[in-house]
Structure formats: structure tokens, C-alpha cells
């Protein structure tokens, strides 16, 4: 099932024998959709579960504008979110020491054996070959949501989402975002955890 998915791949072929972090470094860098519903499988035993379990996931995290029903993010009527969810996730998944390696690596050798397997690599998130600070996040593309990106990126400790969807200068539009935000705004301590607010 994972081998026939469309769009997207790393190439996966029936049968294969694969290593997790291989699929999840090639979901994120090269959109593997293949990948993803390996993943899915892996984890739930099929893709509807697994979906089941990201829409259970969104709302413990208090997110309202967001259904999934594939791990891929192929188009799907029912499929859909907004710039300010994807956002909240991504603040959510950059606490993860493992995805925030993953999002951030320029590109990843991949373990899989055979001579012609696809094995190298090569992060599609331009951001963080072009960004001063870039870590991370995810492109994605369909024709009906247009090209999408998530990116992330931290600077003097102060670290910084940017959402664009459905636009075609999404890297610059993305960048002016982010250059916004550390432009107009600086990080300030309003209180520690040591220190007491009432005496």
C-alpha cells in the first residue's frame, strides 16, 4: 500500500525492509508520501487510524480549524487546516529533539540496502540552505492548496514560526515574515521560575 502511493516518494518497493528513522527522514525531507503511510501503518495498522490519531492529537493541543484523514496531506475534501494550527503543531513538534534534528539536516544518507535504492537524501525546504538561523520546518504542495510551507527559524535565543499558504512566493513571503518578527519584537524575561511574583 505505502509503495503505491502517488505524488511525492522515496521510492519504496513492496516488501522492503526499512528502518523508521529512514522513512521519517525521508517524510520530511523529500515528502515522501510513501513514507508516510508507512509510518502510519507502522504505528496504527492503517492510515485511517492513524489520522484518527493526528485529529486526537490536534484538539488535546486546543486546535479547531483542523481535520486530517491521511498521513500525507494529499488531497482530500475532508483534509485541511490553517496557517495558524499548522503553526501551534509545529511549536509542538520542535520540542521534540528528534524532529527538530530531522527538519533541520540539509541532507540524510539513508541506510536502506540494494544497489538501487534511493538512499541520499536532499531536504526540499530551501529555507534552510537560504535563511540566516533556519530550523526547519516542511514544504507541501497540492493543486488544490497551491505550495505551502512551514518554516522556522531562531536568532539571539528567540526562535520564530512562519506559515504561508496557497502562495506562490511562499520562500520570500516566509522570509519577510520571519524578518518581520525579529525586526519589530525582542525577547524580554517577564518573570523566572525561581523567583516569586508575590512576597
Not at 1 to 19: C, D, F, H, R, V
Not at 119 to 132: R, V
Amino acid at each position: 500500500n505505502a509503495a503505491g502511493q502517488e505524488g511525492s516518494s522515496i521510492y519504496l518497493t513492496a516488501g522492503e525492509k526499512i528502518t523508521m528513522k529512514d522513512l521519517l527522514y525521508g517524510m520530511m525531507l523529500r515528502s515522501g508520501n510513501d513514507a508516510a503511510t508507512a509510518v502510519a501503518e507502522a504505528i496504527a495498522g492503517d492510515t485511517e487510524t492513524f489520522a484518527e490519531l493526528m485529529n486526537e492529537r490536534t484538539a488535546s493541543l486546543g486546535l479547531k480549524n483542523s481535520h486530517f484523514v491521511n498521513p500525507s496531506g494529499l488531497q482530500d475534501e475532508n483534509h485541511y487546516s490553517s496557517a495558524y494550527d499548522l503553526a501551534m503543531i509545529t511549536r509542538q513538534a520542535l520540542q521534540n529533539d528528534l524532529f527538530r534534528k530531522i527538519v533541520s539536516s540539509k541532507t540524510y544518507q539513508a541506510e536502506r540496502k540494494g544497489a538501487d535504492a534511493y538512499k541520499y537524501f536532499y531536504n526540499k525546504n530551501k529555507t534552510i540552505f537560504q535563511y540566516e538561523g533556519a530550523t526547519g520546518v516542511k514544504i507541501g504542495y497540492t493543486t488544490a492548496a497551491g505550495r505551502c510551507l512551514v518554516t522556522s527559524a531562531e536568532r539571539n535565543g528567540t526562535e520564530l514560526i512562519a506559515v504561508v499558504l496557497n502562495d506562490h512566493d511562499w520562500f520570500e513571503d516566509a522570509y519577510r515574515l520571519l524578518d518581520y518578527g525579529f525586526e519589530a519584537f525582542e525577547r524580554v524575561v517577564i518573570a523566572r521560575a525561581e523567583t516569586p511574583l508575590i512576597s
